[in-house]
């Protein structure tokens, strides 16, 4: 048996989710996903599976999102909302299968926050970055970005940023890549050799807000709105009314999501940028 032969085997064994998400946003606490698409496979095998919903996040999607993914209010408006859709997902992959995602963290944050406010479970499927993956044996390319890798091993010359299309990307670059792989006889080996994650990992932070907060939270349980007056990176402290959604925190920076009524959409506010605020009563 020669040295390839244990990994050839091993891969061929294992069933692959290649996956990839498309959201309202770049931050999993505070934005939604509105699409989820994913390709099942084993190495070797041509027979593939694919797995493609819209999902409603209930909420606009911002245009300088949607100038990136193409999903618009209109293309979501009659779709499921989130948690059928993961339990569709969920029977997708199974129990036993590897899944694969380009830059992975950011899909299992936005994954595993869907879960947690549906109340759904995923397992312990182990997950796999084509990012690390690429960065390990191929060191020295220029670019590890989904585009950049595809073109550099012929897979496409364009990319239109939606999840299915996104997922075949991530599969024929991991069937290339694994190619580079030393020989790896088992799940063991496997863990070794490579970055693994689990959407158990990635959970919403839950702290209590500073005292000087407190009425922001009366604001979010009885839906008032707020006037604030916010510091924007860059920008001078202008005066808004925004309804606070909810309060999420990211290491010792908390945030606050709300409907504000200057963008007319949900925006994302770092609550140490706001030099003042005071709850408003419907008139």
């Not at 939604?32 to 999902?55: H, M």
């Not at 909420?59 to 999102?65: H, L, M, N």
């Not at 860059?234 to 808004?240: C, D, I, L, P, S």
Request: proline share 5%; with cysteine.
């Amino acid at each position: 048996m020669t040295a390839r032969e244990p990994t050839k085997t091993f891969l061929n064994s294992r069933t692959f989710i290649a996956f990839d998400t498309e959201t309202t946003g770049m931050w999993a606490a505070a934005n939604r996903v509105v699409e989820i698409g994913a390709v099942k496979f084993q190495p070797g095998r041509d027979e593939y599976e694919t797995f493609q919903s819209l999902i409603n996040p209930e909420r606009p999607i911002p245009e300088d999102v949607i100038e990136i993914h193409g999903i618009t209010d209109e293309m979501v408006a009659g779709q499921e909302t989130v948690r059928p859709v993961l339990e569709r997902f969920i029977d997708f992959c199974g129990k036993d299968s590897i899944l694969i995602a380009h830059n992975a963290p950011f899909d299992i944050s936005f994954i595993s926050c869907e879960l947690d406010r549906t109340g759904l479970t995923f397992g312990d499927n182990l997950i796999i970055d084509t990012v690390d993956i690429a960065r390990r044996f191929f060191p020295q390319l220029p670019s590890y970005s989904l585009l950049s890798l595809s073109k550099q091993f012929d897979i496409v010359e364009f990319q239109n940023h939606r999840a299915l299309s996104d997922a075949l990307m991530v599969w024929k670059l991991f069937l290339r890549i694994k190619e580079k792989f030393p020989p790896v006889a088992n799940l063991r080996e496997f863990k070794k050799l490579l970055t693994t994650y689990t959407m158990s990992q990635w959970k919403v932070e839950q702290r209590e807000l500073p005292e000087e907060y407190l009425p922001l939270k009366q604001a979010i349980d009885n839906n008032l709105p707020v006037e604030i007056v916010y510091a924007g990176v860059g920008k001078a402290a202008q005066a808004r009314v925004i309804r606070p959604i909810e309060v999420h925190c990211l290491g010792a920076i908390f945030y606050i999501n709300a409907f504000c009524e200057k963008a007319k959409a949900e925006r994302t506010f770092r609550l140490d940028r706001i030099e003042s605020f005071r709850l408003l009563t419907d008139q």
